[in-house]
């Protein structure tokens, strides 16, 4: 089988890549530029030169292919990045499946987020049930993936074939940016962690969720939205973990979220808007630090056999990896 990947430079779409490779298929992958592809750096793979904004060339580059694979997205908590986040996140989306529809494409895997489910209420863990409004979602990033989920179901009522995916927290290789999850440990490494604030994530190992829109494509139910997730973790919890992985210290100081609420103001709404300078912390991801985001992956290890690589080789994984290539 053919498959058309984008967001193949990335995190989750890099490890997909690897793991379709393995699984003998073919695999093309859509990047604006060839020097953006170095995440992809001697794997045997045809390369689509692009964007997302025109559907018609989207339309031909997919043509050979049996399965779509749209992992790519926008992420970005600043505020200045409001029209980029949607245009990529939301329209992009909108291109990509209808040109997947005039390719005449079997299967369009559409990769969420469960920023798009929302944070279930204190005390409860949140699932494919869990429905969410737009105005309740903090950032215009949760907001433009809600929006392109909301597209792709849109597009399984028209008749597409479309399955959602909803990964939670990836951790692991290949995270070349590094994701937010990855600059977290990158920070403890490198000593710059002396404390902690009260909140908890759900964490997956990003080989999993990889696996996980495989068996998407290949058990999924059209129009069902998937977590791909595994283990709810206190931030506390994680940094004891590397702590037990790495031999550094953990932090052992909580800070109310007052403080980095305050940080974040000066940073990026007078620092940043009025001097210029090239903001450190995001209001949006403080404020979503305050609720726990916990999610329930029941569904997917049932009806797709979703694995659960323990978290504790996962960031190991990670640790070996960013050490391995210089981030530390």
């Not at 793991?19 to 003998?24: H, P, S, Y």
């Not at 909108?94 to 079997?106: D, H």
């Not at 494919?128 to 989920?149: G, I, N, P, R």
């Not at 290890?301 to 504790?312: A, D, S, Y």
Request: aromatic content about 8%.
């Amino acid at each position: 089988m053919r498959a058309f990947v984008t967001g193949a430079t990335g995190f989750v779409g890099g490890n997909l890549v690897r793991l379709l490779l393995e699984d003998g298929h073919q695999v093309r992958v859509l990047a604006r530029a060839a020097s953006e592809q170095r995440n992809l750096t001697g794997l045997p793979v045809e390369h689509a030169v692009g964007g997302l904004d025109n559907p018609v060339q989207l339309s031909e580059q997919m043509k050979g292919c049996e399965v779509v694979f749209h992992v790519a997205a926008h992420y970005s908590l600043w505020a200045k990045d409001r029209a980029s986040v949607y245009h990529a996140n939301v329209t992009g989306t909108e291109n990509m499946l209808a040109a997947a529809r005039t390719a005449g494409i079997k299967r369009f895997i559409h990769t969420s987020s469960v920023a798009a489910i929302g944070v279930s209420a204190p005390g409860t863990v949140g699932d494919e049930t869990t429905q969410t409004t737009l105005d309740e979602l903090v950032s215009d990033y949760k907001k433009s993936k809600f929006l392109a989920e909301q597209a792709a179901v849109k597009a399984a009522r028209a008749g597409l074939d479309v399955v959602i995916v909803n990964p939670s927290t990836p951790i692991g290789a290949y995270d070349v940016k590094p994701t937010p999850t990855g600059e977290i440990i990158l920070r403890f490494l490198q000593g710059r962690m002396p404390a902690y604030v009260h909140t908890g994530l759900n964490l997956i190992d990003v080989v999993d969720v990889a696996r996980g829109h495989i068996l998407a494509w290949q058990k999924g139910r059209t129009g069902e939205r998937y977590i791909l997730g595994n283990r709810n973790l206190t931030l506390k919890d994680m940094l004891d973990l590397l702590a037990a992985i790495t031999g550094n210290a953990a932090p052992r100081i909580a800070i109310p979220h007052f403080v980095p609420l305050t940080v974040a103001f000066v940073d990026e709404m007078i620092l940043a808007r009025y001097f210029g300078k090239t903001p450190q912390v995001s209001f949006y991801s403080v404020q979503m630090s305050q609720k726990a985001m916990y999610y329930d992956a029941t569904k997917a290890v049932r009806e797709l056999g979703l694995p659960q690589t323990p978290i504790e080789e996962a960031l190991e994984n990670a640790v070996r990896w960013f050490r391995e290539n210089g981030y530390v």
